[in-house]
């Protein structure tokens, strides 16, 4: 009798982990992002104005250099490290961030982030629309991923310009930014393999 006892609480015990498991997974993982139907007229040359400053991040800590950058552009005060110490939804062991560390950083500082599922027309006409940086993520699968700062494009030049904060000089010279890419590389990043949170792009509003 006992011993028919003690696996069936094994087995609860079993159940309820995997149901903490799966419930605080998608609690890290939520808000998705929204599915952006974006119908603005793109402009053919756009830039952010940028009245902030690049600085050079540590392993793992783009999404809050991005996030300081944004703030920065916002008229707030923030640093990259600083951020990064108190950037909540880190994954244990890499110190990555999860796009909702991002988005709950944003909130706490008194903007209103929104992460949008998009192209790259949609992308586009969000940067021009809110006239701010909107932070990118791009990569490989599980291999590596990346936040970036999309500042600006040119259509005619193929363009698009970026605050990389894993890049030791500034590439740009008087192009916005410290990055540059083409429309096609971009894209070949942005499709990053991540099952939900590829073509995602968060936007900020004060």
């Known amino acids: ?20 498991l799966v419930v605080g997974t998608v609690y890290s993982l939520s808000p998705l992002p929204n599915r952006d139907a ?70 706490s500082q008194g903007l209103k982030p929104m992460m949008y599922k998009g192209d790259l027309s949609s992308l586009k006409a969000r940067l021009v629309e809110g006239q701010a940086p909107v932070i990118v993520l791009v990569g490989n699968k599980f291999f590596w991923q990346h936040y970036m700062t999309l500042v600006g494009f040119d259509e005619d030049k193929n363009e698009l310009y970026f605050f ?29 393999g991540l099952p939900v949170f590829n073509h995602v792009y968060i936007t900020v509003a004060k």
């Open 1 to 20: 009798m006992r011993s028919i006892i003690s696996r069936v609480r094994v087995k609860w015990s079993l159940l309820i982990m995997l149901i903490c």
């Open 164 to 192: 990389d904060s894993d890049k030791v000089d500034d590439e740009n010279a008087e192009l916005p930014g410290n990055r540059t890419m083409t429309n096609d590389y971009f894209l070949k990043w942005w499709s990053n």
């Open 38 to 107: 974006i119908s603005l007229a793109v402009q053919k040359n756009f830039e952010v104005p940028i009245n902030t400053g690049f600085e050079l991040q540590g392993k793992n800590q783009c999404a809050a250099y991005s996030t300081a950058f944004v703030l920065r552009n916002s008229g707030k005060q923030a640093k990259g490290i600083e951020v990064y110490a108190e950037i909540p939804f880190k994954i244990p062991i890499s110190g990555y961030v999860l796009p909702k560390g991002v988005l709950s950083y944003l909130q």
